[in-house]
């Protein structure tokens, strides 16, 4: 009667716990997909790596006493910490993975050891690597080992306690396609816990790579350019006729290499610390007042509403008096620009002139207008935790703050309360460029599986249209020409290519100002917008312009470009 009880009625249960106790499944982690750039080129790869394992199996809590003494060591971890995983995961009775990116030495010492280790075992795995260390690390991001919080989050999504997944950037919002599906080994092994065969192999599948509409050769020169100016910044670069963004770079940047565990720590602390916030990315999260750049924005309100006749000329001497208030508003040129008309104001970046466009638009037709070029609000570029700015009439409504006369004048040349990210002001730049249609900028084109189809991610998508008339947009577009031409922004000027662009110089509460240049071209037929922000950089013609300069001629195919002139500072704004 036993030996049918055993056989007949538990036989099938009996011969599963005793598979389970002579066997055990090695995980294999599926390598993540690559991302590319837009010709093909990598900026996230996979490189092999040794990984340690421990299997539990026939294995007491003494046992571990002898595991601990060689493994340890040998791991780099300290004791407590090691005995404390070993413990977790004897009481469990699972597996655990002991080690990530193992050198060669150490896993020659585990393999030398083996007799002494039972139940640790080492693979080979394909793990993230990023081959340009800073590279595009804003836009790529980082990944790390799944947290409790983010299990419980994506348990659903199969996930599971070890797992790699992003943490920001590309890696984070597209980790779903970017993920593999995990494979692993059905081991044999003996009453030690020692693998003894193979029993059978699933082969884990590879993510899907990632194609990108980011031009790596551009990028790179955006971020040694803006690391030369010794100081923070950030640029944009984006083909206005499809929304493409070639360029979102940061600086300074991080090593996502530093978030593996090869990384190291020191170097993790040295980054979440560093008062210039290299993990943070300016292009899309750093708000700015936009200064003089923002007198597009007003251009456009003052010529659709007719508040300046254009061909009337003002006399600039340097300052503004404020009606019966008399408060005393002064020009970037304290000398004054002398008479001039709407083109030369533009080109030569007058405040006063553009003073007396707020005083007679008024603060709402301002705010109007900024609404409509996409200012205030996310443009839904495909990376986490795009701000979206503040427009002072409504910021100053919601605070229950009176607006007073001196805040239209600051508005109406890009100062006050106004904030701005660069990304934003490359897509004003675009939007003048298409003359009033701005396309929705995005990063990821494609995704394939090696040997598979192509799947299109983004296409192109209108975001928002500016109806003002055709002579709206020919004065202001012609104006900017003539701010490259003859004004402000002459560090911009290609050989053979006309560019239209704009300096910008915004005054900030503590040290220098910030230097903004954004531009479009060729201006007849614009193939390139960008925007180039350097913090307490100066003045905006001599330190933006001439990156922006650089990123035009490359774009554009323009070889031996050198900056046309030099930028005196009675000249910049």
């Keep these: 009667m036993r030996l049918v009880d ?5 036989g099938h249960a009996l011969e599963v716990a005793s598979e389970n106790n002579h066997t055990q499944i090695l995980v294999e982690h599926a390598p993540r997909g690559r991302i590319l750039d837009r010709n093909g080129k990598i900026l996230a790869d996979n490189q092999p790596v040794f990984v340690a394992f421990f299997s539990p199996l026939g294995l007491s809590p003494a046992d571990l006493l002898h595991i601990l003494d060689r493994l340890s060591p040998i791991v780099d971890v300290p004791k407590p910490e090691m005995e404390h995983r070993l413990l977790a995961a004897l009481r469990a009775k699972t597996m655990l993975r002991v080690s990530d990116r193992l050198s060669r030495d150490q896993a020659f010492l585990i393999l030398q050891n083996r007799a002494h280790l039972p139940g640790v075992s080492l693979t080979i795995e394909e793990q993230r690597y990023y081959p340009d260390a800073k590279l595009a690390s804003h836009v790529l991001g980082y990944v790390g080992q799944i947290t ?8 659903d999504k199969g996930y599971h306690a070890g797992d790699w997944i992003g943490k920001s950037g590309l890696e984070r919002l597209y980790d779903p396609l970017l993920q593999g599906q995990d494979g692993g080994f059905l081991m044999e092994v003996d009453a030690l816990g020692r693998q003894v065969r193979i029993l059978q192999h699933l082969l884990p599948q590879a993510g899907k790579d990632l194609t990108l509409t980011l031009d790596k050769d551009l990028e790179a020169l955006a971020e040694k350019r803006l690391k030369e100016t010794g100081h923070p910044g950030a640029a944009v670069v ?5 929304g493409e963004v070639l360029v979102l770079a940061s600086s300074p940047g991080f090593d996502p290499n530093s978030f593996l565990p090869s990384g190291s720590s020191e170097e993790r602390t040295r980054l979440l610390n560093d008062s210039e916030l290299p993990l943070y990315n300016r292009a899309i999260q750093a708000l700015y007042p936009p200064g003089s750049i923002f007198k597009i924005v007003s251009s456009m309100a003052d010529l659709e509403e007719h508040a300046m006749d254009t061909d009337e000329k003002i006399k600039c001497s340097g300052s503004f008096i ?3 208030e008399k408060r005393i508003f002064h020009c970037w040129k304290l000398k004054g620009h002398g008479w001039l008309n709407y083109h030369r104001a533009l080109a030569e970046s007058c405040d006063v002139y553009f003073y007396q466009v707020g005083m007679n638009l008024g603060q709402n037709v301002i705010e109007q207008y900024a609404k ?3 200012l205030g609000q996310p443009s839904g570029v495909d990376l986490p935790s795009e701000k979206k700015g503040l427009l002072p009439v409504a910021w100053k409504a919601k605070m229950r703050e009176h607006w007073q006369g001196g805040d239209t004048l600051n508005y109406a040349i890009g100062q006050g309360a106004l904030q701005v990210t660069p990304l934003q002001m490359a897509d004003v730049a675009a939007l003048v460029a298409n003359r009033g249609i701005l396309w929705q900028p995005y990063l990821a084109a494609e995704s394939r599986r090696f040997g598979g189809e192509s799947e299109r991610l983004m296409t192109p998508r209108e975001l928002l249209r500016v109806n003002i008339s055709k002579k709206t947009w020919k004065l202001l577009c012609d104006a900017l020409e003539e701010v490259v031409q003859s004004g402000t922004g002459v560090a911009a000027q290609l050989p053979g290519i006309s560019v239209a662009g704009k300096t910008g110089t915004a005054q900030v509460f503590k040290g220098k100002d910030h230097g903004w240049f954004v531009a479009y ?3 007849e037929q614009p193939k390139i917008a960008l925007a180039v922000v350097v ?11 001439p990156i922006a300069h650089d990123l035009l001629a490359l774009a554009l195919g323009i070889k031996e470009a050198a900056p046309a002139a030099s930028v005196s500072e009675t000249q910049a704004d």
């Design 148 to 155: 409790d919080n983010e299990l419980d989050q994506f348990a």
């Design 535 to 545: 913090e307490h950089g100066g003045h905006g013609g001599s330190v933006a312009g």
């Design 322 to 324: 404020l009606g019966s």
């Design 372 to 374: 409509a070029a996409g």
């Design 6 to 10: 055993l056989q007949l009625i538990h």
């Design 521 to 523: 071209a060729p201006a």
């Design 238 to 242: 984006l083909n206005p006729q499809t």
